[in-house]
């Protein structure tokens, strides 16, 4: 009866704690539950969203003036003019206009235009053609890579591997194969000498026709002979040697168009022969260039007969360098084939080995022709890189070139700089006006100005008419330049006055001008630039999802403004915001 008890007490109590590791091992699995990222919030702006508008500040302090003088600020003819003396004009009204009948500023600026369209669109023709370069570059890296599925590289691999296999069947085919090889390599270089020879007769009879010394063309440069490379006559005299040694090298080696190969080591020494006279006939027509350069143009020898002999040299030049690029190619065809035929017919086992051998080789070619790739895909990219930005600063002095001709071209029509009374008129209908010509008097007695003063390279960016404002009292008062000296004062200064519509009734209150001004480089916030040294500078992108860093040039700073001189595409993501606590372990970029 105990023991019965016992053993449900023992089956109950196996029970509960089969039901407490069940729990327990529940518990274990809700605690490694992944923690989920949250949002990172990045503000981006393309850098074709910035601009190169921008302005200078400048203190001054405000004067009461009468009377001012509007000047021409550009040169043409009268063509309008609307107003009377003692008529009641506002600033900004149009009181006279100028035809365009003398410099052709609208010409000008229609050219300008154009020339900036045109920059867009080469810059655009040129990124796609580089783009393309470079996915052919990455297409041939991936094809001479082994371990890639597919790729030539790895099915020319597979090819020698199953050489190796099927060497026993291809033995005898093989005897076969080489002879024929042989008679090609003969055949191809008897047209390579034939194509040698003749260029080689044709450089001698040309530098002789010029030099003379041979018989053969003794009298061929009376006419010039003494006006011929006359700077330099050592430099002459060394061409004329190497003509000579030119010459003795075609009778010792019985060069001629014809040639017989009686073995194969006949081979190798029309190779030779071949090679050494393309290099001597470079040499020579190297020299002979130089000689041209340093004749004295005459009744005899004429600037146009020079340039004419200088383009049969180069005509001769590219003959040779093209004949001379295919030669090398067969020499060394032939080389490699000398090298490894014997043996490739002395037993089926070197066979094998050789065969290793080239498999080697191949995959050694191979690693090489991968870092060349790999290193012509870095040259690419930077090439593209460095050519984008430059043609980024071509569109960008495109840009400047058309906002100074659009701005020339806005000087035809004259515009009141006050609101007042017109007082004389200094110009008659159809009168031709120069620029800085004076036009009107206008008067005003509560006119507000102001002088301020620039120096020269500000000086560049400002003309008369151009409009400014100040804040004050929580207010925007607004004016414009109505006059800039022509000439700098002790302090290399132009000063320059600046009127006000306003009866702004803050006479001798010092006040800061802003003048708007294009830079010569776009400009983003300065606060987003990290300034590692004078000139450079580092920005955060945003490139398919991911924050990169990424190198400027920087230009002048305008208050909370910095140029961007180059490295920076229009098609770049700036990132605004501060980014440094971003871990893409915690967070999820979010693109706002």
Not at 43 to 60: D, Q, Y
Not at 140 to 169: F, G, H, M, V, W
Not at 295 to 301: A, D, E, H, I, N
Request: glycine share 4%; hydrophobic share 40%.
């Amino acid at each position: 009866m105990h023991l019965s008890i016992k053993k449900i007490y023992m089956k109950k109590y196996s029970l509960l704690l089969a039901l407490l590791f069940i729990l327990l091992s529940c518990g274990k699995e809700e605690v490694v539950e992944e923690v989920e990222k949250k949002d990172f919030i990045v503000e981006t702006k393309s850098f074709t969203g910035f601009t190169m508008n921008t302005f200078l500040e400048k203190t001054g302090k405000i004067a009461s003036s009468q009377e001012i003088s509007v000047s021409s600020q550009a040169t043409g003819r009268v063509g309008g003019l609307y107003v009377k003396e003692w008529e009641s004009v506002r600033k900004w009204d149009i009181i006279a206009r100028l035809d365009d009948s003398i410099l052709n500023y609208w010409l000008n600026l229609e050219k300008a235009k154009n020339a900036l369209e045109k920059t867009e669109i080469s810059y655009e023709s040129t990124k796609s053609s580089l783009d393309k370069q470079i996915a052919d570059i990455k297409i041939n890296l991936e094809n001479l890579k082994i371990d890639a599925d597919s790729s030539k590289s790895s099915l020319e691999l597979e090819k020698i591997e199953n050489s190796l296999l099927k060497l026993a069947i291809d033995y005898d085919n093989l005897k076969i194969s080489n002879e024929q090889t042989i008679e090609w390599f003969y055949n191809s270089l008897e047209k390579d000498f034939s194509i040698f020879s003749t260029l080689l007769d044709d450089v001698i009879d040309f530098a002789d026709t010029q030099l003379w010394v041979t018989l053969k063309n003794e009298s061929e440069n009376d006419g010039f002979e003494d006006y011929f490379g006359i700077r330099d006559t050592t430099q002459k005299q060394q061409t004329e040697i190497l003509l000579r040694e030119l010459i003795t090298f075609k009778e010792e080696n019985k060069i001629n168009t014809s040639v017989d190969f009686d073995s194969l080591s006949d081979l190798w020494n029309y190779t030779d022969k071949v090679a050494l006279g393309y290099k001597k006939m470079d040499t020579l027509l190297a020299a002979l260039q130089i000689t041209f350069d340093n004749s004295v143009p005459s009744t005899g020898l004429t600037d146009t007969e020079i340039a004419t002999k200088e383009a049969t040299i180069d005509g001769y030049q590219t003959s040779l360098s093209t004949y001379n690029a295919s030669f090398i190619v067969l020499k060394n065809s032939i080389s490699s084939f000398l090298d490894t035929y014997l043996n490739n017919e002395a037993s089926l086992v070197k066979q094998i080995e050789l065969l290793e051998s080239d498999k080697k080789i191949f995959t050694k070619w191979l690693d090489i022709q991968v870092e060349l790739q790999e290193n012509t895909l870095t040259e690419a990219i930077t090439n593209r890189d460095l050519t984008l930005q430059s043609m980024n600063a071509a569109i960008v002095d495109a840009e400047i070139a058309y906002r100074q001709t659009a701005k020339e071209y806005s000087k035809l029509t004259i515009t009141s700089p006050i609101s007042g009374v017109v007082g004389e008129i200094f110009i008659d209908l159809w009168q031709e006006v120069s620029n800085g010509t004076p036009l009107f008097s206008i008067s005003n007695n509560i006119l507000n100005e102001v002088t301020i003063s620039f120096n020269k390279k500000e000086l560049s960016f400002v003309s008369e008419w151009d409009s400014v404002s100040f804040d004050f009292e929580w207010q925007v008062f607004t004016g414009s330049i109505y006059s800039i000296s022509k000439n700098a004062d002790s302090n290399l200064k132009y000063v320059s006055r600046v009127s006000f519509r306003e009866d702004l009734d803050l006479i001798w209150n010092i006040i800061s001008i802003k003048v708007p001004i294009i830079a010569e480089y776009t400009l983003i916030p300065l606060n987003v630039v990290k300034i590692n040294s004078a000139g450079v500078g580092t920005v955060n992108v945003l490139v398919d999802e991911k924050i990169e860093q990424k190198n400027i040039v920087l230009g002048t700073i305008y208050w909370e403004n910095i140029e961007v001189v180059s490295w920076l595409e229009w098609n770049d993501l700036l990132i605004l915001n501060y980014v440094d606590n971003f871990d893409p372990e915690k967070f999820i970029i979010q693109r706002k």
